[in-house]
């Protein structure tokens, strides 16, 4: 253990790890500091101004993201002068940022909307015109930058330079013409760059996805785990549960594994929550149209399946799992089928293309599934010895009278999606049990079985550190028809 | 009053660029004397002295040396000549007269702080300053002053020089620093201090180049002759350059402590063209103005400044006759800052802004009398607030106008109220 170092907090005795400044302690103590330039997971800037504290026996107010902590210090931050430079700064900031909030994307989530009601509330001075800027700016695929809005903290342009090492932003020109950019004519090109819109204090970086979309304060926050790959990032949902519709993901401080961020393709596995990607009910192929008939019912389906199994022998039935699903499904659906029906045909279902062991340095890893080591010793519980590997092929050319197939849920993590469904439509039947549907892609499987997204439950998934990873909120089901796992295998065991 | 010549002491002197006319007047002597000391001995020595630095800030030249960790393997000396505060012309004529003593105090100051290369970062209008100073330094490398070894000794240092764009922040040192690493000329948040982490997160000291240009006479002559000429605190001789309506303006070297008054009368020989003195701003732009009134009561040294909540700053001491509007001057003094603010620091970047903005109302007739108080306000928190001093800089000479020039401003603003 580091050494320690005490030191006076508003009157509390504070005790941190030698080297730690007044910021990071009062983050630990939970004493509010107002800052707009510091950022835990960044280099400090001391640029805001805003983190002034009193320090006994200093000539003036320190900035405490920048002030290491001494032995015996004494540090206030309740003190009248203190209060007042806070004020001051707020008001500054806000001198040039244009007051649009009611178009603002940040609003309900600005760090100068809640501090003006936090350490502002002052009768602006300000009564001349503002310096204007350009705005609405395109300067990459998720990101649209107002730089008028821009309060120059800088947090941007260390995120480009510490984080990604892109170093595509900068902020150019000089004292309050100072405008924040990129370099001539580029783009912020790399798959963080919402990163910067969360760390964004105003609105200066909206997300392309969400701007307009809702107000932030409408939202509520579920915390999960991200599927998009097997590094298993922390993060939070946003959804509105009345609307049943989800509106962005955003990462959660998870210093184990993600630290404060999260890549663009994790956030795109929302489109995979809303009803236009969702199977929302039941279906069977109807040959005769040529179509899918749906079913708000699905009892009728999982009788049929249990028909199916109870016709057949076990070594006629087939297990098609992806790795994308949590230990718990995977402790129950193998418990069901391998141990309780003697089901030992199980199939790991992959992404034929994937180069697993390709990391991008940062965060995102090629190996897609947020599941792998969980399936794998899923697998191993029930005595099934495999290497990882995609099987589906191998399934189809066993010609199993029936298929039990876990889709996978993310379509990006595969895409050879389309053809591997076409492999599994020369079998006679397959019950599929899947959260995602597209109508044009899929046909003529036997059934179709609506599964819970990831939001929609809980549960632990493995990631690639073997470190256990808790999806610890869920919202409800976009569809009441949408099944967890454990019911169809309650409605299985009830049918046989 | 006596008036000892150290650093002009080569004006007047034919060809006193040259390294002939300088080694004629004891030139390199001082090197050789250092050379043979070792580099705590001349540290040792220059805080004896009581040298002060000669930019702006005035610290205690030594005590910044003695803080440079003796083993740091790599480390760097650089002149600060960038010259850029408004009304200080001084740097350049030390040029002009003998660069061979900047380069000869840069090279005794590398030996005492252990840098193996240093760099004169200077501004590069100075044309003519820096084909002498490039003279100087080709000749200095011809002579074994420069490079390995040099004079025999195990010493071995190289200079060059660098040319600022002409930013006013750029001579701020780590602003400098930043600039002279090829950044955008912003100044380094602080802790580190340059001493330990400067250019190129090596250990680095930045000095002023009449700071610089001082030291071989001091180490020639011993601090003890030095600390005879000046005041207690402020010991020495400084360069003053004075500008306004005088009737001989420019460059003088003046014991510190020298009575303001008699300074502007005597050497300057007074206000030309019948005009009477209204104020003086004594340390360059962003040193607040003395009213005529107090210029009687100074004295040329840095406590003295400070008691009358001035300072001696560069030493460019701007003479102001009755007459000058007094609006004027702040909106120009004011837009100065604000163009030069690097922007970095919200109450500096805002702050310059918004007073230029209510200056620019004001001088326009379009203001109200409290936009007076409220400069002053906007003033206050500009100054402490920010990671280098420009901010302060544009508060101080605001607030001490608005303040003792208040009544001015307001019936100017008055008068255009009234039509």
Wanted: aromatic share 8%; proline share 5%.
């Amino acid at each position: 253990m580091s050494k320690q170092v005490s030191f006076t907090l508003d009157g509390q005795e504070v005790t941190v790890p030698q080297g730690w400044t007044v910021m990071q302690a009062a983050r630990q103590e939970k004493v509010a500091i107002p800052h707009f330039c510091w950022h835990p997971g960044l280099k400090v800037a001391g640029v805001c101004r805003f983190c002034l504290v009193h320090v006994e026996g200093a000539r003036k107010l320190e900035i405490s993201c920048n002030l290491v902590v001494q032995p015996g210090m004494v540090v206030s931050t309740l003190r009248d002068e203190v209060k007042q430079a806070h004020k001051w700064a707020l008001e500054f900031h806000l001198l040039n940022h244009p007051l649009d909030c009611p178009i603002c994307d940040q609003a309900g989530e600005c760090g100068l909307q809640d501090y003006y009601m936090e350490v502002g509330l002052y009768q602006s001075q300000m009564t001349r015109p503002k310096v204007l800027k350009p705005k609405a700016l395109d300067v990459g695929s998720e990101l649209v930058l107002d730089t008028e809005r821009c309060i120059l903290c800088s947090k941007c342009v260390r995120f480009e330079d510490e984080v990604t090492k892109t170093g595509a932003l900068g902020i150019f020109a000089r004292g309050d013409r100072s405008i924040i950019g990129t370099y001539h004519g580029q783009k912020i090109t790399h798959q963080y760059q919402e990163n910067l819109v969360d760390i964004c204090p105003v609105g200066a970086f909206t997300s392309r996805r969400f701007r307009f979309k809702q107000r932030v304060w409408f939202l509520k926050e579920k915390s999960s785990i991200c599927p998009g790959c097997s590094t298993g990032c922390a993060i939070k949902v946003h959804g509105k549960p009345e609307m049943r519709r989800y509106f962005r993901v955003k990462p959660e401080e998870d210093q184990s594994v993600n630290g404060h961020w999260l890549c663009d393709k994790g956030r795109m596995t929302l489109e995979h929550l809303n009803p236009e990607a969702r199977l929302m009910q039941a279906a069977r192929w109807q040959a005769a149209q040529q179509a899918w008939e749906f079913s708000p019912q699905t009892a009728p389906f999982i009788r049929e399946l249990a028909q199916e199994i109870a016709r057949l022998a076990p070594q006629d039935i087939a297990l098609l799992v992806s790795a994308q699903y949590t230990n718990e499904e995977y402790a129950e659906f193998f418990d069901y089928f391998v141990k309780q029906r003697g089901i030992t045909q199980v199939y790991q279902w992959r992404e034929p293309s994937e180069a697993r062991d390709d990391f991008d340095g940062l965060l995102l890893r090629g190996d897609h599934n947020a599941n792998t080591r969980g399936l794998m010793a899923a697998l191993k519980q029930v005595g099934i010895k495999a290497k990882i590997g995609d099987q589906l092929e191998k399934c189809v050319a066993a010609k199993p009278q029936l298929v039990i197939a876990l889709s996978p849920e993310i379509s990006f993590t595969a895409p050879s999606l389309p053809e591997q469904l076409a492999q599994l439509n020369s079998l006679a039947r397959v019950s599929l049990w899947t959260t995602h549907f597209s109508a044009s892609q899929w046909t003529q499987l036997w059934q179709l079985l609506p599964l819970r997204g990831f939001a929609e439950k809980i549960g632990t998934v493995t990631n690639y550190q073997g470190k256990t990873r808790v999806l610890k909120e869920a919202f409800p089901p976009v569809a009441s028809e949408v099944l967890a796992i454990s019911q169809i295998i309650a409605g299985l065991h009830k049918e046989l | 009053m006596e008036k000892p010549k150290i650093v002009t002491r080569f004006a007047g002197l034919a060809d006193s660029r040259s390294l002939d006319t300088y080694l004629r007047h004891d030139g390199y002597q001082a090197l050789h004397k250092a050379l043979a000391m070792k580099p705590a001995e001349l540290i040792e020595l220059v805080k004896a002295s009581g040298l002060r630095g000669r930019g702006g800030a005035g610290f205690p030249t030594g005590l910044k040396w003695s803080f440079v960790p003796k083993d740091a393997p790599e480390k760097y000396l650089l002149c600060n000549n960038d010259e850029g505060e408004p009304g200080t012309f001084k740097d350049r004529y030390i040029l002009e007269l003998s660069p061979h003593m900047l380069v000869e105090g840069m090279i005794i100051s590398a030996y005492a702080i252990g840098a193996q290369k240093a760099y004169i970062y200077t501004r590069c209008e100075f044309y003519e300053e820096i084909a002498w100073m490039e003279q100087a330094i080709h000749e200095a490398y011809r002579h074994g002053y420069l490079g390995a070894n040099i004079l025999g000794s195990k010493f071995s240092f190289d200079l060059d020089h660098y040319g600022g764009a002409g930013a006013y922040i750029c001579g701020e040192e780590t602003g400098l620093i930043s600039s002279l690493e090829g950044k955008k000329g912003q100044p380094k948040l602080k802790p580190p201090f340059p001493a330990l982490s400067g250019y190129l997160n090596k250990p680095t000291v930045v000095n002023n180049t009449e700071t610089l240009a001082v030291i071989p006479w001091i180490v020639q002559h011993g601090p003890e002759k030095y600390r005879a000429i000046g005041t207690e605190k402020s010991p020495g001789t400084k360069l003053f350059c004075i500008s306004g309506p005088v009737k001989r303006p420019g460059v003088y070297e003046l014991p510190l402590g020298y009575p303001l008054q008699k300074f502007i009368e005597d050497d300057a020989g007074g206000l030309r063209d019948g005009k009477t003195l209204k104020a003086v701003i004594p340390g360059g732009a962003s040193a607040p103005v003395l009213t005529a009134d107090e210029v009687a009561k100074v004295t040329l040294d840095y406590e003295s400044m400070a008691n009358a909540k001035t300072m001696l700053g560069s030493g460019a001491v701007i003479v102001i006759p009755e007459g000058q509007s007094m609006v004027e001057l702040l909106k120009v003094t004011v837009d100065f800052f604000h163009h030069e603010s690097c922007g970095q620091c919200t109450p500096c970047r805002e702050g310059t802004g918004w007073l230029s903005n209510v200056m620019h109302g004001i001088y326009q007739r379009k203001a109200k009398l409290k936009d007076v108080e409220k400069m002053i306000a906007i003033a206050n928190n500009m100054e402490g607030r920010t990671i280098c001093a420009l901010s302060d800089a544009c508060a101080m000479p605001t607030r001490a106008i608005a303040t003792k020039f208040g009544d001015e401003i307001r019936s100017y603003i008055q008068r255009g109220n009234h039509g």
